[in-house]
């Protein structure tokens, strides 16, 4: 599947679960260490799960913070440390912790600018973090604001869209391209179904709209970038936004973007809600689906 340089193989029957172990709702994201080990998150106590390469588990871990997982991304710190960190939909905040699983930071919703009365109205669903350690947080299921947040935690800013090419409606993803000459931060603007692009200090540089349905969040790799769409499939963008290749497209119409799509009717090569992704240090590519079973795939990078 795919095209050119971005050619895949569809691993089947990647993830190996133990007997009578379950995955549960896949309703998070996956990201990939320095030794491409796999964790991903589910809906579930369990809350991230590890795997090698070949998707055999090699242990479940944060179960305090289960139930809520939502967005993920994997960071190298300035001491060479990786950590994880997490916007979690039912803490109403967004946690750092190590690849052991202890919480090393929380920051709490921003209360001091006026937009939140109370906790519950801040639902984070991603974030991402700037080469100078900004946090960059999407409030994608509460108030459609995007804040950005130093390396301490502290507030630094927010804003929602309407400088840029509109109001954000849903804004499940965000990402900081660091490809070009100046880093961008890139919002997956999802029921807009559109990107927008800003600076890191949030002024509006432009929008990309072709070929996008529902981003739900964005990821690079070298001179790439991965836009996840929850409407059955992924995109791969060069540095210009144009499409290198689209993968794993539904057939099916009835079936993009469904949650509730049993196991007898998941399709090799196809995805049904794609709503998370990394890439490993080869370019291989895993990619969560939101679905109520649980469906985590690894797609093996053919051409380098």
């Known amino acids: 599947m795919g095209q050119g ?3 895949y193989e569809w691993v089947s029957g990647w993830l ?3 007997p009578g ?3 549960g709702q896949t309703h998070g994201d996956v990201v990939v260490d320095s030794k491409d080990r796999v964790y991903f998150s589910v809906d579930t106590g369990n809350a991230i799960f590890e795997t090698d390469t070949e998707g055999r588990i090699a242990r479940v871990f944060g179960q305090a913070l289960g139930g809520g997982v939502h967005g993920m991304r994997l960071v190298k710190e300035p001491d060479g440390r990786e950590v994880i960190w997490i916007a979690h939909l039912n803490r109403h905040e967004v ?3 190590s690849l052991e699983g202890e919480v090393l930071m929380t920051i709490p919703f921003p209360d001091k600018n006026g937009m939140y009365k109370e906790a519950k109205e801040y639902v984070p669903t991603a974030l991402d973090v700037a080469p100078n350690g900004d946090v960059y947080v999407v409030d994608g299921y509460g108030r459609n604001w995007l804040h950005r947040f130093d390396a301490k935690g502290q507030y630094l800013q927010s804003w929602n869209g309407t400088e840029g090419a ?4 849903e804004p499940h993803g965000v990402g900081i391209d660091t490809r070009g000459a100046e880093p961008r931060v ?3 603007d999802r029921r807009n179904h559109r ?3 800003f600076t890191l200090d ?3 540089v432009d929008k990309v709209e072709k070929d996008l349905r529902l981003p739900s969040k964005v990821v690079t790799r070298g001179k790439d970038l991965l836009v996840v769409d929850l409407d059955g499939r992924v995109t791969v963008f060069d540095e210009s936004y144009e499409v290198l290749a689209q993968l794993g497209d539904n057939t099916n119409l009835e079936l993009r973007g469904k949650y509730a799509v049993a196991p007898a009717d998941w399709k090799d090569g196809e995805f049904i809600a794609p709503h998370g992704a990394a890439w490993d240090s080869k370019g291989n590519m895993y990619v969560a689906d939101w679905n109520a079973f649980g469906r985590i795939s690894k797609l093996a990078r053919v051409s380098k």
């Open 5 to 7: 340089r971005h050619t």
């Open 16 to 18: 190996k679960l133990p």
């Open 21 to 23: 172990m379950n995955v």
């Open 95 to 97: 946690l750092k912790i």
């Open 166 to 169: 509109g109001p954000f409606r």
């Open 186 to 188: 890139v919002v997956a």
């Open 195 to 197: 990107l927008q692009r």
């Open 202 to 204: 949030g002024k509006y």
